[in-house]
């Protein structure tokens, strides 16, 4: 089974709500990155957050971690229909040269 | 100016048939990959180059080969396709190899096996 697993696997709200997704991971990480994948685009690197890191922000995103759970958040806020895409967590575990790519939450944003 | 730019989009090819998706990154970076994403949108890595040096082969056939003239370039020869090959297939690039950089993605290469 894959090493992170997004949550919700889909979610719709109206633009100007907040979206929240959550990422969880079996194993101990280095660090946590999240992507968005516009349809029919590759990835776009959104923030990376580091284990020893507990939250982080970059404009309207807000990322959280905690390693006690395993897991991360990703909070859009006051979304827009620009971000309507599939967004992936990706984690980096020591000892191991690669990304591991989560299930990914497809996100549509309601005009 | 495209970062990481791959070609063809978009190949559509008969089973059995040998194809190749060339990728090209002007970042200036020293460590490239490929990765497939299936139909469920599941992402997998399938090699990574290091200054031209194989880093990461993920169990992947040996009908698919990768070849790194220089580090700006991956490109991916697939022989005899079969059906399951059908997937978008995905080059990147990073400044360092490994896990705690940032990824580059390039556009993508939609791969229709009949």
């Known amino acids: 089974s894959q090493q992170g697993e997004e949550d919700p696997q889909a979610l719709s709200i109206q633009e100007g709500e907040n979206a929240t997704m959550n990422c969880s991971y079996k194993t101990s990480i280095n660090n946590l990155q999240w992507y968005r994948q516009n349809s029919g685009r590759g990835l776009v690197h959104l923030i990376l957050i580091r284990s020893n890191e507990r939250e982080k922000h970059s404009g309207r995103l807000r990322v959280t971690l905690d390693t006690s759970k395993k897991s991360s958040s990703l909070l859009i806020t006051a979304s827009r229909a620009a971000d309507t895409a599939s967004y992936f967590c990706?984690?980096?575990?020591?000892?191991?040269?690669?990304?591991?790519f989560g299930t990914g939450t497809r996100l549509t944003i309601i005009p | 100016d495209t970062a990481v730019s791959q070609t063809p989009k978009y190949l559509v090819t008969q089973m059995g048939n040998d194809k190749s998706i060339k990728c090209e990154q002007n970042l200036g970076h020293d460590t490239m990959y490929w990765y497939k994403q299936d139909s469920k949108k599941f992402l997998k890595i399938m090699f990574s180059y290091n200054n031209k040096e194989l880093i990461i082969n993920e169990t992947v056939p040996n009908r698919f080969s990768p070849k790194s003239p220089d580090k700006a370039h991956l490109n991916l020869h697939i022989n005899s396709l079969e059906l399951g090959d059908s997937a978008v297939y995905f080059c990147?690039?990073?400044?360092?190899?490994?896990?705690?950089?940032?990824?580059?993605f390039g556009p993508g290469t939609r791969l229709t096996v009949l």
């Open positions: 990147a690039s990073s400044q360092v190899s490994g896990f705690t950089d940032t990824q580059y």
């Open positions: 990706a984690t980096g575990i020591f000892g191991n040269e690669k990304l591991t």
